[in-house]
């Protein structure tokens, strides 16, 4: 694995909280960890291609204090908080653009601790359909403020 980036946010607000250039790479290896202030919502997180925002399936399915199956279309679903509450997290995901049906696809893993000492596991995995590499990688939220450390791997 090859180091792309490593980003320190400290109270970043979205919808865009790091993008990084994934040109050229096969795979791409993401981690996160850090603190989010939800400002009373419940706030989602998500990685998107090349600017893309539509053409994606993604879901999450969640475990622990909170069972729940959701999907999305507008980015690959990475985690999220739950009944509007701050929350501690961790982001693992992966993407593969090595595909003979013109996707990118990707699996992975967050937990988000919340402020009322409800966990939550979620199993994320999502597909982009579209006949493109990989290129700028953002990672964005719905809304809150994130401190955190995002870092980005290519192989």
């Known amino acids: 694995m090859q180091l ?9 607000e979205g919808p865009i909280l790091c993008s990084f ?8 290896k ?6 989010l202030t939800s400002a009373g919502g419940d706030r989602r997180f998500y990685l998107r291609v090349n600017g893309m925002d539509a053409y994606y399936k993604s879901y999450i399915q969640m475990a622990g204090d909170d ?3 959701e999907w999305d279309t507008s980015g690959f679903y ?8 701050n929350a501690d997290f961790f982001i693992e995901y992966t993407l593969g653009s090595k595909s003979i049906s013109n996707s990118i ?8 601790s919340n402020s ?8 994320c995995h999502g597909r982009l359909y579209a006949n493109t590499g990989f290129g700028d990688i953002t990672l964005c939220t719905t809304g ?3 401190t955190a450390s995002i870092t980005a791997y290519k192989y």
Do not use: P
């Open 4 to 12: 792309i980036k490593q980003f320190d946010l400290v109270k970043s």
């Open 21 to 28: 250039d994934a040109a050229g790479a096969d795979y791409i």
């Open 30 to 35: 993401i981690y996160g960890s850090g603190e």
């Open 67 to 69: 069972g729940q199956f």
């Open 78 to 85: 990475v985690g999220r908080n739950s009944c509007a509450k």
């Open 105 to 112: 696809v990707g699996a992975g893993l967050s937990t988000f």
């Open 116 to 123: 009322d000492n409800v966990l939550v596991g979620m199993e």
């Open 144 to 146: 809150g403020v994130v």
